[in-house]
């Protein structure tokens, strides 16, 4: 299955946050950067749909986004 890269804005419009969410979570190391389009950060769009669903999830349940950094790194997946 061949990826599917988007730019941070079209993230933005996929999933309905802002460019500011988009930049912490990959900060926290949530999203995966896959390639670069001169100075553009281009993400694998079904992955980050998933984890972002998994994220949201996860803060509904109450956990904070250190607590759902930390699980991610160790693989958790729900």
């Not at 500011?20 to 995966?32: C, H, P, Q, S």
Request: no cysteine; proline share 0%; net charge positive.
């Amino acid at each position: 299955m061949a990826e599917t890269l988007v730019t941070a804005e079209e993230l933005v419009k996929l999933l309905g946050i802002s460019s500011a969410t988009v930049n912490y979570y990959t900060n926290l190391g949530l999203f995966k950067i896959k390639d670069r389009l001169g100075n553009r950060r281009l993400y694998e769009k079904n992955e980050i749909k998933e984890l972002h669903d998994q994220i949201r999830k996860m803060r509904r349940e109450g956990y904070s986004l250190r607590i759902i950094q930390e699980r991610m790194q160790k693989g958790y997946r729900i």
